[in-house]
């Protein structure tokens, strides 16, 4: 079944105006949702709003949204304010720049959406497509949506175009926060082995579809079960594997990859036949 359209823009390229239909690029596995229910009887619990200075149940009709400003001090939008302030933010993206897409690191992607082109735009939509596609490079620009505007990238897949909201560079720390002190210079010997196991599980290409999700799969299980009347017993824990030689610990790692492998690895380490001497 096709996707159902979320909304639409316009792909501004230069002077050029390209009418597209946005669409979700992903969708959430069926979330096994539980229900918060009363103790006592089982039956299902309401969600209420209470007013922290009085105590008292606030309907949804009383609720207004505010932004504090300053300890305890608000400042409080009507929904009129709020929509007026959406209709003055243009919903377009102009691209802005073309940059190399592997100039973007991953930590920076979010949300993708698919665009598709609206009626009459196909032929200005094929052209951007084929022209990223020879490029290489992706385009970044702006969009406005929901109110917020978006820093997004767009580039070619599949004959056509994925657009993903990308993080702004406040969101993202600096990875010279994570603290890294200790444990010396790693040997030649270490790296090579590490190198080796790498190698041993490499695989040409990513398969997202050889790794279901276990642990939903279990709890299904589980429920199913309960349903039936039958008790579950918990697995036991694990304590953490303890790893007194680093050198050691990477040896018996090969080793049992090595025996995984299989004749793979024994004819990838057969040494190559001499070349003849030239005549």
Do not use: W
Not at 113 to 119: A, N, T
Not at 186 to 212: D, H, M, N, R, W
Not at 221 to 232: A, D, R, T
Request: charged residues 30%.
């Amino acid at each position: 079944m096709a996707p159902r359209s979320i909304g639409s823009t316009t792909v501004y390229l230069g002077l050029v105006a390209i009418l597209v239909k946005l669409y979700s690029a992903t969708t959430e596995a069926a979330a096994i949702s539980f229900n918060l229910l009363h103790k006592k009887d089982g039956s299902r619990l309401k969600q209420q709003y209470v007013c922290a200075k009085d105590g008292e149940i606030v309907p949804r009709d009383d609720m207004v949204k505010g932004y504090e400003f300053a300890k305890d001090q608000f400042v409080t939008l009507s929904p009129e304010e709020l929509k007026a302030l959406e209709a003055k933010t243009a919903k377009e993206l102009k691209i802005e720049e073309f940059v190399p897409l592997e100039g973007i690191d991953p930590l920076y992607f979010d949300k993708p959406y698919y665009l598709g082109p609206e009626l009459g735009a196909e032929r200005a939509y094929r052209v951007l497509v084929e022209a990223l596609k020879r490029c290489g490079k992706g385009g970044i620009g702006q969009y406005t949506a929901r109110g917020q505007q978006y820093l997004v990238l767009l580039r070619e897949f599949g004959g056509r175009l994925v657009m993903h909201e990308l993080r702004r560079a406040e969101e993202v720390r600096s990875v010279e926060d994570v603290a890294l002190e200790g444990g010396g210079v790693p040997t030649l010997v270490e790296t090579k082995l590490a190198v080796e196991l790498i190698l041993l599980g490499a695989s040409k290409a990513f398969q997202p579809e050889k790794y279901p999700d276990q642990v939903r799969a279990r709890t299904l299980e589980v429920i199913q079960e309960k349903v039936e009347g039958k008790e579950i017993v918990a697995a036991p824990v694990q304590g953490r594997a303890q790893i007194v030689d680093l050198l050691e610990a990477l040896k018996k790692s090969l080793e049992v990859g090595d025996q995984r492998a299989g004749p793979k690895r024994a004819a990838r380490s057969e040494p190559r036949p001499a070349k003849r001497a030239a005549r």
